[in-house]
């Protein structure tokens, strides 16, 4: 019902209306809309909408409908005398413009219909130039199998063939299928290249990428390296290795995360160190120095403790001597009271 509403109304539209921008008719919108249109498309049709109508780019119906891979749109405007081989104003054709969205099923179905296939482009590139650009091998095949191709006549305005832009774009397989139907592989372009030598540039950029990759690569390596081995010299663990000789011993244990001297690295067992791939001599080597460092953190506390004794008992002598010498000190005191005392006496000069 909302259909022919739609329908219905359509009767008193002014149908061949284009809009401001894009200078698009409405079969034009209906061909971009796709397969919900179809019955709105068949209308405009029908009320005679010029279906070789150009937009501002010079793009028919059919043009619209080959970018958008709307078959049944393509097969409409076929059955309604649309020209299959319009151009727009860059001289593109409707399968151009399908190649150039990567729509096959669009580009098949217009080959099928006899669509020209030795039209070009502004830039005299031909169908099988934008195929290469593209990477279309099935449709490059297909269109070869019609025989409808001049490959006589298809060098683009700097006289490349497909067979050359086949090679800039570094696809072999395509080369061969061009080659396969007889394409002058001695054709050079405005660069003096043959298609060969451009897939020689090819593989000799491809020599000097891996090897600046390789290259890349070992510098990128020694980088890592060296950070590795700084971070590996700078540990707790490293400092305790070199100061007992056993430099050799630093990356087993700095692979194995032991980075300070702690508890889990003092008192590791002989098990740990076997996993850690040393021998008999390094592992009595590494407990002798444990030893030895235990040796010297005790002289150490010795010497600590000594010196603390020494200390206490340093203090002690300050202590008694200060109380000698305050009683001293109060002794000569009292004798200067008293004798100044008896003094005033024998003077007379004391009084009660």
């Given at each position: ?208 990428k891996e090897k600046e990759k390789k290259k890349n690569y ?135």
């Amino acid at each position: 019902m909302k259909r022919t509403s739609t329908i219905e109304r359509a009767n008193n539209v002014n149908i061949f209306l284009k809009d401001k921008k894009e200078k698009e008719n409405a079969l034009m919108k209906c061909m971009a809309t796709g397969n919900d249109m179809i019955n709105v498309s068949k209308l405009l049709i029908e009320k005679k909408i010029n279906v070789n109508e150009k937009n501002k780019n010079g793009k028919t119906s059919l043009h619209i409908a080959s970018e958008h891979n709307y078959l049944k749109g393509i097969e409409l405007l076929l059955k309604n005398n649309a020209d299959i081989n319009a151009v727009d104003y860059a001289n593109n054709t409707p399968l151009m413009c399908s190649i150039r969205r990567n729509k096959e099923e669009s580009a098949l179905l217009l080959i099928e219909n006899n669509a020209d296939v030795n039209i070009k482009d502004k830039d005299m590139n031909s169908i099988l130039h934008i195929c290469a650009k593209e990477h279309l091998s099935n449709i490059s095949q297909y269109i070869l199998g019609t025989h409808k191709f001049n490959i006589n006549d298809c060098m683009d305005k700097e006289n490349n063939t497909p067979l050359h832009i086949a090679a800039k774009e570094n696809i072999k397989s395509l080369c061969n299928l061009y080659l396969k139907y007889n394409f002058d592989e001695s054709i050079k372009n405005n660069n003096n290249e043959t298609y060969s030598d451009i897939l020689k540039k090819h593989e000799e950029n491809a020599i000097l990428k891996e090897k600046e990759k390789k290259k890349n690569y070992e510098e990128k390596e020694i980088r890592k390296r060296k950070n590795y081995e700084h971070a590996m010299l700078k540990t707790d663990v490293s400092n305790f290795l070199k100061a007992y000789n056993l430099e050799t011993l630093i990356p087993h244990f700095y692979k194995h995360n032991y980075i300070y001297v702690d508890r889990a690295f003092l008192e590791i067992h002989d098990s740990s160190l076997k996993k850690m791939s040393l021998n008999k001599e390094e592992r009595n080597r590494f407990f002798n120095a444990l030893e030895q460092y235990y040796a010297e953190i005790e002289e150490q506390q010795n010497e600590r403790n000594l010196a603390n004794q020494q200390m206490l008992d340093e203090q002690r002598r300050t202590r008694k001597l200060k109380y000698v010498s305050y009683i001293v000190s109060f002794i000569f005191t009292s004798l200067f009271i008293y004798s100044l005392i008896i003094s005033l006496i024998k003077r007379g000069r004391l009084f009660f």
